[in-house]
Each structure stands twice: as structure tokens, then as C-alpha cells.
T-cell receptor, first 115, second 116 residues
Framework: QKEVEQNSGPLSVPEGAIASLNCTYS??????FFWYRQYSGKSPELIMS????GDKEDGRFTAQLNKASQYVSLLIRDSQPSDSATYLC???????????????FGGGTRLMVKP | EAGVTQFPSHSVIEKGQTVTLRCDPI?????LYWYRRVMGKEIKFLLH????????ESGMPNNRFLAERTGGTYSTLKVQPAELEDSGVYFC??????????????FGPGTRLTVT
């Protein structure tokens, strides 16, 4: 079982719809959760971080975290063609006290927003 | 504010040669990370610097890889000698919040390494 799992997609939604991206993780010690957006050939761009159970909203983006069920999701409202990219879920798993803050990534979900 | 920069953007070398990648973190960021994405795989952690010290190098694949961060500013990642399986995109990231607290890592554009 992978530590962080995402459906590779592609997820296709029409312009203006809500895109829902999901991510599950295996380690209950996970502390911090991040969503990155990556356009082809570009660097991962941080778009959301979430640390507590519940929802966190930022503009058209909402991150949802459920630690009991070990999943984190990203909702994109009013999807635009410019949102078409690969969305990466990343998790920080707290390890030994003197360990660093490495991120463990899922494989990413490719989102396609069609005009 | 300038973001994380990496050099070169692309490198093509032959098996057995040496390559050195460079990363300049966001100014003032003490934490610097190296990650790698091999074709078709997830982005994988390589190592983490706090200033000039290696905090965690558990992801380094073998002793052909050497990372340094002299002076706690920019970092280099040397691969010597390069093997075919080293091909991939090498990302650098930096973060500001001290270790132990929730933090956010900002990524550079990556260096695409091709070993032929």
C-alpha cells in the first residue's frame, strides 16, 4: 500500500463546475497536509495547507481533512480551463523527534476543465 | 521576493560522468530540501538541510549522491558517477518556519537530468 494515494485521473469537469480531488494516506501519525498544483513541465505550486480536521477555504479552493478516515480532499469551485493541471497531495508524517519535515507525495490527479 | 531557483534547468550527461545541481532557496529560509521525481513515479524526498547541517538524509539513494550547503545559503547536489536510473527531475524546496512547527515548502522549477 502506498503511503499517499490519489486517483491518477484524468478527472474531466466542465467549466464552472466543482472539481473534487481526493487523497488518502496510510500513516495515522500524519500531521500536516498540502495540495500542490503542477502545470506540465513546471514546479509544484503550493495552493492549500491544512492541519486540523474540517474545512479550510481560500478563494475558490476548499481543503477538507478527516483524520479519522485518513483522507484529505480539495474542492475547486467554478472551475476554469486555467485550473487544468496535475494536483499533488503531500503529507508530512511526524517521525522520530530529531527527524526532519519531509513531505510524502501522492502520484497526483490530472484535472481537465473543458470550456 | 524571488522564489527558489535551480540551475541548470536541463542536463544531459553520459553514464559514468559527474553532474552538479545547484539550488538557491528563498532568502532567509533556513530549511532546504531536495526531492526527485523519476519518470512515472511520485516525487520522493532525498534530504533536508537546516542551515548548513543535514537534518535528514534518509532518502538519499546511495553514496553516489553528495549534497552540501556550505554557509547555509545555496546547496549543491552532486551525482558521481551517474547511472541511467538517476534520470529524472530534481526539485529543491525551502521553508521558513523552524523545524517542529507546521510549515510550507516552496518548490523550485527543477532540474531535468537525463543520463544516457
Amino acid at each position: 500500500q502506498k503511503e499517499v494515494e490519489q486517483n491518477s485521473g484524468p478527472l474531466s469537469v466542465p467549466e464552472g463546475a466543482i472539481a473534487s480531488l481526493n487523497c488518502t494516506y496510510s500513516d495515522r501519525g500524519s500531521q500536516s497536509f498540502f495540495w500542490y498544483r503542477q502545470y506540465s513541465g513546471k514546479s509544484p505550486e503550493l495552493i492549500m495547507s491544512i492541519y486540523s480536521n474540517g474545512d479550510k477555504e481560500d478563494g475558490r479552493f476548499t481543503a477538507q481533512l478527516n483524520k479519522a478516515s485518513q483522507y484529505v480532499s480539495l474542492l475547486i469551485r467554478d472551475s476554469q480551463p486555467s485550473d487544468s493541471a496535475t494536483y499533488l497531495c503531500a503529507v508530512n508524517i511526524e517521525r522520530a523527534h530529531n527527524a526532519g519535515n519531509m513531505l510524502t507525495f501522492g502520484g497526483g490527479t490530472r484535472l481537465m476543465v473543458k470550456p | 521576493e524571488a522564489g527558489v531557483t535551480q540551475f541548470p534547468s536541463h542536463s544531459v550527461i553520459e553514464k559514468g560522468q559527474t553532474v552538479t545541481l545547484r539550488c538557491d532557496p528563498i532568502s532567509g529560509h533556513d530549511n532546504l530540501y531536495w526531492y526527485r521525481r523519476v519518470m512515472g513515479k511520485e516525487i520522493k524526498f532525498l534530504l533536508h538541510f537546516v542551515k548548513e547541517s543535514k537534518q535528514d538524509e534518509s532518502g538519499m539513494p546511495n553514496n553516489r549522491f553528495l549534497a552540501e550547503r556550505t554557509g547555509g545559503t545555496y546547496s549543491t547536489l552532486k551525482v558521481q558517477p551517474a547511472e541511467l536510473e538517476d534520470s529524472g527531475v530534481y526539485f529543491c524546496a525551502s521553508s521558513q518556519v523552524p523545524w517542529g512547527l507546521p510549515y510550507e515548502q516552496y518548490f523550485g522549477p527543477g532540474t531535468r537530468l537525463t543520463v544516457t
